[in-house]
């Protein structure tokens, strides 16, 4: 990887859904059994990368869900319905479940929050950034899988280049993890280490 992919002047640390309900051992997903230590590792990264994204002057935007009790979007709640899924909603609005975990957002740090999986879905991520001359994305959070690699899909489709901090991300699964990386490794996204980036962004001041 070289410094000049991921310059300050062009680039974006985009962190997803660092929650207490997606990576916390007080959240939803531990609640239903799911292996916390993957993604409490990734969120400690991520904590490591912003501070070395803050320091090179690249600009951060953080993404949360935020949910409404029976208020997801129409095809989540379809798709709960097809599946008999009556587990809680995750991330409620004004609930603890939706508060961030590990970084946190800053003045001047762009923020946006989603009812879908892609951070571009219905946010204005994409035109914010943009506007700001933004044509490089570093992706971290959660989960690999679901909203990391929707983001991913789409920030293709609204002409950034991707590159993914992959322990700076996690699923529940390792495989999964593993396996939505090869893919968009194989579609044109960049996959490297959390200190790796932090290493040529240090080089860059």
Same mark, same amino acid.
């Not at 590159?163 to 960049?190: K, N, P, V, W």
């Given at each position: 990887?070289?410094? !000049? %992919? ?61 949910? @409404?009790? *029976? ?14 899924? !009556?587990?809680? !909603? ?17 003045? *001047? ?15 204005? $991520? +994409?035109?914010?950034? @943009?506007? $700001? ?5 570093? $992706? ?12 991913? %899909? ?6 950034? @280049? ?16 593993? @396996?939505?990386?090869? +893919? $968009? ?15 040529? %962004?240090?080089?860059?001041?």
């Amino acid at each position: 990887m070289k410094a !000049d %992919w991921i310059a300050p002047n062009r680039t974006a640390l985009v962190v997803i859904d660092c929650q207490v309900d997606f990576g916390s051992p007080d959240g939803e997903m531990a609640r239903r059994g799911k292996d916390m230590a993957a993604p409490q590792a990734a969120v400690a990264q991520a904590d490591s990368l912003v501070e070395a994204a803050r320091a090179a002057g690249v600009r951060i935007a953080f993404v949360r869900l935020l949910t @409404h009790p *029976g208020g997801e979007n129409r095809i989540i709640r379809e798709a709960k319905q097809r599946s008999g899924d !009556d587990e809680p !909603d995750l991330c409620v609005e004004g609930t603890r479940g939706a508060d961030f975990i590990g970084p946190k957002p800053q003045a *001047g740090d762009v923020v946006v929050s989603k009812t879908h999986f892609s951070a571009f879905a219905r946010t204005g $991520l +994409a035109e914010q950034l @943009h506007a $700001l001359e933004v044509d490089t994305l570093v $992706l971290a959070g959660l989960t690999t899988e679901c909203c990391v690699a929707s983001s991913a %899909w789409d920030g293709f489709e609204q002409d950034f @280049h991707i590159f993914i901090a992959a322990d700076a991300c996690a699923a529940y699964e390792d495989s999964l993890h593993r @396996h939505a990386l090869q +893919a $968009l490794e194989m579609s044109g996204a960049t996959i490297a280490a959390s200190a790796e980036f932090s290493a040529l %962004w240090k080089k860059s001041t």
